[in-house]
C-alpha cells in the first residue's frame, strides 16, 4: 500500500512537473512537439515533419531529429520535478524521416545518481521504423521544476 502512494505520489509529480516544463517550452511548441506519456524517468513526445523541416535532399533536417530528442531527454530528466540540464547529448541516424512521417521520441532513464543520469532517446516513425538513437548525460542543478507543496 505504501508502495502505491508513493507510485502514484511520483507520477503526479512527473506529470505536473512536465506539464509546467512544457507550457514553458517555446521551441517544443514551435517545432509541433506533443508530450504524449510521462513517467518519472520515462517521457514520449510526438513531432509532424513539416514541409518547413524538409533540407535540400527532401528529408527531415536531421538537427530537428537532435531537437526532439533533446526535448524528450528534457522531460525525461525533470520528470522528478529536481531542475535538471543537459551535460552532454549525441545522435547516431539509422534512417531517414520524410515530409509527412510522424516521429516519436521515447526517452528512457538508464542510470541516475544524485547530480547525473544518463538517458537513451529512440526515435520512430509513424511505422515503428526506428530512425535514431540519441543518448543524453544530465547534469541536476539547484532548484525544482515546481513549487511543491
Not at 500500500?1 to 517550452?25: G, I, N, P, S, V
Request: proline share 2%.
Amino acid at each position: 500500500m505504501k508502495d502505491t502512494r508513493a507510485a502514484e505520489e511520483a507520477q503526479l509529480l512527473a506529470e505536473r512537473a512536465t506539464a509546467a516544463m512544457f507550457a514553458r517550452d517555446r521551441a517544443s511548441q514551435a517545432l509541433g512537439m506533443r508530450l504524449t506519456v510521462v513517467r518519472p524517468g520515462f517521457a514520449r513526445l510526438m513531432m509532424p515533419v513539416r514541409a518547413d523541416m524538409v533540407n535540400g535532399h527532401g528529408i527531415c533536417h536531421g538537427g530537428l531529429m537532435f531537437a526532439l530528442g533533446d526535448s524528450a531527454f528534457a522531460f525525461a530528466c525533470n520528470s522528478y520535478n529536481e531542475t535538471t540540464v543537459a551535460a552532454a547529448a549525441s545522435i547516431d541516424f539509422l534512417a531517414v524521416a520524410r515530409l509527412g512521417d510522424e516521429l516519436t521520441a521515447e526517452a528512457r532513464e538508464l542510470w541516475r545518481t544524485k547530480r547525473n543520469g544518463l538517458y537513451e532517446i529512440i526515435i520512430f516513425n509513424q511505422h515503428g521504423a526506428r530512425l535514431a538513437l540519441f543518448r543524453g548525460r544530465s547534469y541536476r542543478i539547484d532548484g525544482q521544476v515546481v513549487p511543491t507543496e
